[in-house]
C-alpha cells in the first residue's frame, strides 16, 4: 500500500475542499491511500514516510500560508539530505483570489530545496470553486497515487 500524504492550510475552508478532493482521488487508486492532514498538525515524520506529497496553500499577501511555510521552517533541517525525502514525488494545489502564482512560486522554490520532484502541473483555483476544480483536484490525486503506485516518477 503507498500512501499520500495531503497536506493543507485553509481558514475559510476552499483549501480544505481541495485537499478534500484530492485525497478522494488518491484513495480511488488501488493500493494507494490518502493521509489528510493540516499542515500545523504534519510532522517531519509524516514528510519521510509518505510515498508522494499534495501540498495544498491558500495565497497570503503574494506568497504562502504562514502554516505550510512553518512545515517548512520546522522539517527542512532535518529534512535535508535523507534518503527518504529525495526525489519525493510532489503536486501542489492553491487557493486565490488572484492568479495564485506567488504562493505557487514560494512553494515551489523551497520544494527545489528540499530536492522533491514535481509530477504534475498544479491546480490553481481563483475565488469560488466551481465544480471543475473539484474534478481537476480529484485527477491531480489520481495522478501522483497512480504514478507512484506504478513507480514511474
Ligand atoms: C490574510 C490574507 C491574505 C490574503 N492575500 C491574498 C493575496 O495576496 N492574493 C490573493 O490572490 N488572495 C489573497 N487572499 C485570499 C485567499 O487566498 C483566498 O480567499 C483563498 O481562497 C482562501 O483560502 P481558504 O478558504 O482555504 O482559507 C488573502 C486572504 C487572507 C485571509
Not at 535523507?82 to 487557493?95: C, G, L, N, T
Not at 502564482?101 to 481563483?126: D, H, M, N, W
Request: a positive charge; one cysteine or more; proline letters at 3%.
Amino acid at each position: 500500500m503507498i500512501t499520500i500524504l495531503v497536506v493543507y492550510h485553509s481558514q475559510t475552508d476552499r483549501t480544505k475542499k481541495m485537499a478534500q478532493s484530492v485525497a478522494k482521488g488518491v484513495d480511488s487508486i488501488a493500493n494507494a491511500c490518502a493521509v489528510l492532514k493540516e499542515a500545523r498538525k504534519t510532522s517531519l515524520e509524516d514528510l519521510l514516510s509518505c510515498d508522494g506529497l499534495a501540498l495544498g496553500s491558500p495565497e497570503y499577501f503574494g506568497y504562502m500560508a504562514g502554516a505550510i511555510k512553518d512545515l517548512f521552517d520546522r522539517t527542512y533541517d532535518q529534512a535535508r539530505g535523507r534518503k527518504e525525502i529525495f526525489k519525493k514525488p510532489y503536486v501542489a494545489f492553491i487557493s486565490a483570489d488572484n492568479d495564485g502564482q506567488g504562493a505557487l512560486r514560494s512553494i515551489e522554490r523551497i520544494c527545489i530545496g528540499y530536492q522533491f520532484k514535481k509530477v504534475s502541473e498544479p491546480v490553481i483555483a481563483t475565488g469560488h470553486l466551481g465544480p471543475d476544480i473539484f474534478i481537476r483536484c480529484e485527477e491531480l490525486g489520481k495522478i501522483i497515487a497512480a504514478g507512484c503506485e506504478a513507480r514511474i516518477f
